[in-house]
T-cell receptor, first 113, second 117 residues
Framework: QKEVEQDPGPLSVPEGAIVSLNCTYS??????FMWYRQYSRKGPELLMY????GNKEDGRFTAQVDKSSKYISLFIRDSQPSDSATYLC?????????????FGQGTRLTINP | GAVVSQHPSWVICKSGTSVKIECRSL??????MFWYRQFPKQSLMLMAT?????????EQGVEKDKFLINHASLTLSTLTVTSAHPEDSSFYIC?????????????FGPGTRLTVL
C-alpha cells in the first residue's frame, strides 16, 4: 500500500464548476500537508500549505485536512480553463532523520470552456 | 512565493556525454536541496537529498556515480548526469527547502528536460 493515495484521473469538468481533489494517507506521522499545481513541462508550484485539521481558504482554493480520517482535499471554486493542470498532494514527515515530502500520484484536471 | 531557478530548461546531448544542471534558490537560503526525476504522466521520484557542504543522500536504486550532486552553497546545487544514455532522458526537477515567507517548506524549480540522443 502506498503511503499517499491519489486518484490520477483524468478529471474533466465544465468551466465554473466546483472541483474536489482528494488524497488519503496511511501514516499518522505526516505533519504538514501541501497541494502543488503542475502545468505541463513545468515544475510544481506550491498552492496551499496546512498543518492542522480544518479548512484553509485562499481565493478560489480551499484546502481541507481531516487527520482523524487521514484524508485531505482541495476544492477549486469557479473553475477556469487556466486551472487545467496536474494537482499533486504532498505530505511532510521525517524519514531516517531527514524531512521528506511524500507525493501522491497527481490528478490531471481539465476545465472545459 | 519563493523562487527557485534551474538552468538549462532544456538540453539535448549525445550519448556518452555529461550534462550539468544548476539549481538556485533566488530569495532564500536553502538548508536542503532535493533532486527529482519525472517521467511523462507520472509523479515525482526523489533521486537524492543534499545539505550544503555535505555529501548527498541517494535514494535506493539511484546510481551515485552516474548522478553527481554538488551542493556548494546555501543557494546553489548542481546535478551532473555522467555518460548520459537515452534511458536517462527525462524531466529533472530540483527543489529547495528553507524558510521563505514564514513557511518552512519546499519550493520547486521549473525543471530541466533532458533528451539524450
Amino acid at each position: 500500500q502506498k503511503e499517499v493515495e491519489q486518484d490520477p484521473g483524468p478529471l474533466s469538468v465544465p468551466e465554473g464548476a466546483i472541483v474536489s481533489l482528494n488524497c488519503t494517507y496511511s501514516n499518522s506521522a505526516f505533519q504538514y500537508f501541501m497541494w502543488y499545481r503542475q502545468y505541463s513541462r513545468k515544475g510544481p508550484e506550491l498552492l496551499m500549505y496546512t498543518y492542522s485539521s480544518g479548512n484553509k481558504e485562499d481565493g478560489r482554493f480551499t484546502a481541507q485536512v481531516d487527520k482523524s480520517s487521514k484524508y485531505i482535499s482541495l476544492f477549486i471554486r469557479d473553475s477556469q480553463p487556466s486551472d487545467s493542470a496536474t494537482y499533486l498532494c504532498a505530505m511532510n514527515r521525517r524519514i531516517q532523520g531527514a524531512q521528506k515530502l511524500v507525493f501522491g500520484q497527481g490528478t490531471r484536471l481539465t476545465i472545459n470552456p | 512565493g519563493a523562487v527557485v531557478s534551474q538552468h538549462p530548461s532544456w538540453v539535448i546531448c549525445k550519448s556518452g556525454t555529461s550534462v550539468k544542471i544548476e539549481c538556485r534558490s533566488l530569495d532564500f537560503q536553502a538548508t536542503t536541496m532535493f533532486w527529482y526525476r519525472q517521467f511523462p504522466k507520472q509523479s515525482l521520484m526523489l533521486m537524492a537529498t543534499s545539505n550544503e557542504g555535505s555529501k548527498a543522500t541517494y535514494e535506493q536504486g539511484v546510481e551515485k556515480d552516474k548522478f553527481l550532486i554538488n551542493h556548494a552553497s546555501l543557494t546553489l546545487s548542481t546535478l551532473t548526469v555522467t555518460s548520459a544514455h537515452p534511458e536517462d532522458s527525462s524531466f529533472y526537477i530540483c527543489s529547495a527547502r528553507g524558510l521563505a515567507g514564514g513557511k518552512d517548506t519546499q519550493y520547486f524549480g521549473p525543471g530541466t528536460r533532458l533528451t539524450v540522443l
